[in-house]
């Protein structure tokens, strides 16, 4: 449901006065503790339409104006085949929030169900990735911003955990493998996809929810679902079970697992030096 429509500089008065506790601090604490963006970057942030994605640029936005670091912004969509009212609404949400973004066709949602009918997710995923760092390099960027946030992390260690058996959390940065020289960074580390939810609503915005065509990740969506549904259960009696998770990938202690691998693969067994 579309709101009244606040004006784009009352958006951002709300996300550093009314939002400071819940969006702008735990945005700028991961910038600082992660070291995420330094002078003279030039920052691809990646806009799905989401709710997100689009929380993220207005962050930027503001980092650029209010903060001490000199560094440049792109802002750029990438229109993978949505159907025409979607890719009207992605511009309306970026015009609403006053985001000169770039929007690029390709066709990501076809060809990857041409390649894999069965399982087009995984590679949609792929070459959606692949996507955006070829074309943050293109503009001249060497940061790659895309909108995970806090429960997006702790979900994806609890679906490792239950269903990949392996421990593997969402890193805040990362550098490409295929892109030498850029970088991947996930500013919105330690903001609750609930305040997301409240800023994007009280923005008057209606964000693109789930607009792929082909709906297929019904898997992998109903295990995250679920997994989300586990954590607020748990959140009643322990409120602090997501901060507990996230805390796990900094208390890991090689001494109390049975294997571990290191960053090319190799594998070391407690018992290689028991
Ligand atoms: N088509 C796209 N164009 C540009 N960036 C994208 C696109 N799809 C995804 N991204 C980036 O990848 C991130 C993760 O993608 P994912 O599909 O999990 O998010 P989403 O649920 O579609 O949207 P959002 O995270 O914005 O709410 C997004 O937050 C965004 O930064």
Request: proline share 4%.
């Amino acid at each position: 449901m579309i709101q009244t429509q606040p004006s784009v500089q009352d958006i951002e008065r709300s996300l550093i006065k009314g939002y400071r506790r819940y969006i702008w601090r735990p945005f700028t604490r991961a910038i600082n503790e992660f070291e995420m963006v330094t002078d003279g970057d030039k920052i691809a942030v990646a806009i799905s339409g989401g709710k997100d994605s689009l929380t993220l640029a207005k962050c930027f936005q503001e980092l650029r104006r209010h903060g001490k670091m000199h560094f440049d912004l792109e802002f750029i969509a990438m229109d993978p085949g949505y159907i025409p009212e979607k890719r009207r609404l992605l511009e309306i949400d970026c015009d609403a929030l006053g985001i000169p973004v770039k929007i690029h066709d390709s066709n990501i949602f076809e060809a990857s169900q041409t390649m894999d009918a069965q399982n087009p997710c995984y590679l949609c995923a792929r070459m959606r990735r692949g996507n955006l760092y070829a074309k943050a390099r293109e503009l001249g960027c060497n940061k790659l911003a895309l909108g995970h946030h806090f429960d997006d992390v702790i979900e994806t260690v609890l679906l490792n955990v239950l269903f990949g058996a392996n421990y593997k959390t969402m890193m805040p940065k990362l550098r490409s493998a295929n892109f030498e020289g850029l970088e991947l960074i996930r500013p919105l580390y330690y903001v609750r996809e609930a305040s997301v939810k409240n800023f994007v609503a009280h923005a008057g915005i209606e964000p693109l929810d789930c607009a792929c065509v082909v709906s297929a990740n019904k898997e992998e969506g109903s295990m995250r679902a679920y997994i989300k549904g586990l954590i607020q259960q748990i959140e009643k009696k322990n409120p602090n079970v997501g901060i507990s998770i996230l805390r796990s990938a900094q208390n890991v202690e090689l001494g109390a697992v049975l294997e571990y691998k290191d960053k090319q693969g190799e594998r070391t067994s407690f018992l290689d030096n028991y």
